[in-house]
């Protein structure tokens, strides 16, 4: 399947930018290899699988992981085929049939992806396809008798209903939700490399679930940080997804333009003030949303507490030293997906890792993946975490085996 993922790269690249409007040339170089990387490692994970036997008493345990049938899939529109392909690998090399329903406004690059299971040789039924509305097609896939798992990406609200409807039969979730995840600068910070990270965080048009969207920088050193971003984020291009030249692209749908817009106009009314965008990007057309960062937010406030899913940040400060501050305003949402912080003192990187709530911590650097590593979200960013052998662990039944020592000559002896 990965061959054939590679053989068609770049359909999958040009249908899944015209389908989702994410940049080409990240699908094309980073987007696509991956999938099939996704694909690799977790079939060459299957292999190295293993715990060591232990002994009780004589007694030798045995530790097997057993496919633990039907997985049903069901995943967002930000990332379609990375999203799906991250939880279709190890399902199917766990042995687990699959079924996948992606999301309603990028259904396309799953199609192909059936194709190329078709004609890498999987046999019928192993890998399934079913497109269609969540409420609909979603709703009647996670309540079904026979389904034994449900990996669920997508927002808080769908993951409460899908967690109701597998509750009827006990079906596990592994669900990979939202994020509102701080970008943490201390004083001592690289700035440059600070204004950096920042500036990634406009990716996909901010429409990404990691996306450190509260930036929070150390008072003494907000103006130069702010300097910095500036210089920056005033060179990137916004425009035609399929432009090489382009640095932000549009956002997914008018509908979610809209959503994204309602976030800014409340924050604005309450208060707010734009020291980037604030609107849409009208000499484009209707998709397009500037880079937008706001300051003058209340920790408590709406666009501080939600997730806005598009080009939209937010800068608050804390006080000189204030470790305590930095952590508390880090850690005051009910999300927990993923922590920045931007820091040359390591033995303070330290502390305030060991305090942040999140699955993912990153330190001086963003976005680094390694398909190995836990994946997920605390508090309502998730509920488990995919990744190396944890996603076995999710779609498998551990088996653990105790033999008796010393009985077998009895019999055949
Ligand atoms: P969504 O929850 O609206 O939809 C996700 C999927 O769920 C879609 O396929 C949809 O059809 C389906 N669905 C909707 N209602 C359903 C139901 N009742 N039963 C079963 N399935 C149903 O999410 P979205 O708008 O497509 O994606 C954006 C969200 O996804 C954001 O909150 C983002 O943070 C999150 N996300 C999380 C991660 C992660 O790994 N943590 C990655 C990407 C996106
Ligand atoms: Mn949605």
Redesign the pocket.
Known sequence: VADGVEARAEDLARVETADNGALLRSHRRGVMPRVAHNLRYFADRLLALAHPDFETRGHTNHVTWDPAGPAVL??????PLM?ATWKIAPALAAGSTVVL?????TPLTASLFADITHGAGLPPGVFNLVQG???E???A??ADADVRRVS????????R??AT?AAAHLTPCSF????KSPLLVFADADLELAADLAVEQYDNAG????AATRILVEESVRDAFLGHFLDRVTKVTQGDPRDEATGIGPTIHPRHVERVDGFVRRALAAGATPVIGGGRNTGLGGNYYLPTLLTGVAQDSEIVQE?V?GPVLTLQTFPDGDEEEAVRLANGTRFG?AATLVTGDRDRAERITARLVAGTVWVNCFFVRDLSAP???SRQ??VGREGGDWSFDFYCDLKNTVTAPGKWEARHG
Not at 153 to 158: A, D, E, F, K, R
Not at 176 to 179: A, F, K, Y
Not at 207 to 210: E, G, K, N, S
Request: charge should be negative; include cysteine; aromatic fraction near 12%.
């Open positions: 069901i995943t967002p529109w930000n990332a999203l329903k992606p999301a309603e406004w509305y969540g409420d097609v979603g709703a896939l996670v669920f990406t997508g927002s808080v609200p769908t993951a209903r899908i409807a990979e939700l939202g994020g429409q990404v679930c990691l997730e899913f997906l994946f997920g979200g960013s998730g």
